[in-house]
């Protein structure tokens, strides 16, 4: 699990002793398992946790764990190195951005899966990529496109011809995307229509 060293219980300490208002520690890792992924440590005041975080106690503090980032924070380690100007605080989680993917996964998580593993690299030929903005409550995946996609003229055969196609073909529980890309920026599209 996490391993938090002893000097980063110290400096964590310290930095609550400093605040004005009660707080724990929370760590989650934003877009785990895609090259996106970032880890994340937060004050977490009383009301911020949520109740299915894990727990850690520390002699001066709680660290909550998200649950949905537990496994892409197994072996994950916060340290604190003190130096001539103070310190740094690192947090080094190798699981953060690996995939994650088994029958359990969120939908989410399979979503990205799917966008990072198979449809992101087709892109990258074309300087393009895609990433998920959100999962609306009907199930629709909602897109934005970058590099050589953003401002393409044939995004609309790639949004529907591909991404969807693909990811209701394994996601059957989907019911379609939709792009929220402006794309009247087509300064670095691929395929610009004349």
Known sequence: MINVTATAE???SELIRKKDFKCDIRIFVSDPGTPRAETCLA????DESEPTDHKIK???????????????LDDAEVNYDKDNFGGQLTIKAPSSRVPNIGENSSLEDKVNYILYDEINPQLASHGGNVH???ITKDNYVVLQFGGGCQGCGMVDVTLK???EKTLLEKLPELKGVKDITDHTDNENAYYKQS
């Open 161 to 163: 011809e591909g991404i």
């Open 43 to 46: 004050f977490c005041k009383a």
């Open 132 to 134: 998920l903005d959100s």
């Open 58 to 72: 520390y002699k001066n503090f709680i660290l909550f764990i998200e649950e949905k980032s537990l496994a892409f």
């Open 10 to 12: 110290e400096y964590l």
